[in-house]
T-cell receptor, first 116, second 110 residues
Framework: GAVVSQHPSRVICKSGTSVKIECRSLDFQATTMFWYRQFPKQSLMLMATSNEGSKATYEQGVEKDKFLINHASLTLSTLTVTSAHPEDSSFYIC????????????FGPGTRLTVL | GQQLNQSPQSMFIQEGEDVSMNCTSSSIFNTWLWYKQEPGEGPVLLIALYKAGELTSNGRLTAQFGITRKDSFLNISASIPSDVGIYFCAGQEPGNQFYFGTGTSLTVIP
């Protein structure tokens, strides 16, 4: 159990377009989902924390209007990168924390975003 | 946000050798987690620790939650080539915030 999926796994888009990334917990309900960004050979950088039915909490320095997060259900959170630019190119990873049981984060496989 | 001190930053070892890495924090944690990440993939949970002093194994992997609640270590015994990857620790504060280590890159030479 505890499988998290992300879609798409890779996306290439033109500068100025918006890209939506989905994160789903497949076999459990998640109270909280997290969105991370990872640069090559670096650790995970937390961007925001989202709780089902409420507004996401963004980390300092992360633009909430640029990285829109929606957590509409206990199994789905979406991250939309609006008006993407080349500097937004990165590996985006989501994770989910179970509604019940021990406090553990389970990660999705990540989405590689390339903005041309 | 806070990042945990994880060491070593990288390791190059011969197949069959044992590996040890650790994480330290300036604050107390309720939970320590160890993940492995391979290139182009998300981190995969290896071991979760929830009590100070807890020692947990997962195959050739063993991890311990430090008594002070400010550190944890991960050991890999008899390493094999597929152990290659980046290992991250993560700790959760009593207020629910998670923090990640800087990662240990492991290379196993056959």
């Amino acid at each position: 159990g505890a499988v998290v999926s992300q879609h798409p796994s890779r996306v290439i888009c033109k500068s100025g377009t918006s890209v939506k990334i989905e994160c789903r917990s497949l076999d459990f309900q998640a109270t909280t989902m997290f969105w991370y960004r990872q640069f090559p050979k670096q650790s995970l950088m937390l961007m925001a924390t989202s709780n089902e039915g409420s507004k996401a909490t963004y980390e300092q320095g992360v633009e909430k209007d640029k990285f829109l997060i929606n957590h509409a259900s206990l199994t789905l959170s979406t991250l939309t990168v609006t008006s993407a630019h080349p500097e937004d190119s990165s590996f985006y990873i989501c994770s989910a924390k179970r509604l019940a049981g021990a406090d553990t984060q389970y990660f999705g496989p990540g989405t590689r975003l390339t903005v041309l | 946000g806070q990042q945990l001190n994880q060491s070593p930053q990288s390791m190059f070892i011969q197949e069959g050798e044992d590996v040890s890495m650790n994480c330290t924090s300036s604050s107390i944690f309720n939970t320590w987690l160890w993940y492995k990440q391979e290139p182009g993939e998300g981190p995969v949970l290896l071991i979760a620790l929830y009590k100070a002093g807890e020692l947990t194994s997962n195959g050739r992997l063993t991890a311990q939650f430090g008594i002070t609640r400010k550190d944890s270590f991960l050991n890999i015994s008899a390493s094999i080539p597929s152990d290659v990857g980046i290992y991250f620790c993560a700790g959760q504060e009593p207020g629910n915030q998670f923090y990640f280590g800087t990662g240990t890159s492991l290379t196993v030479i056959p």
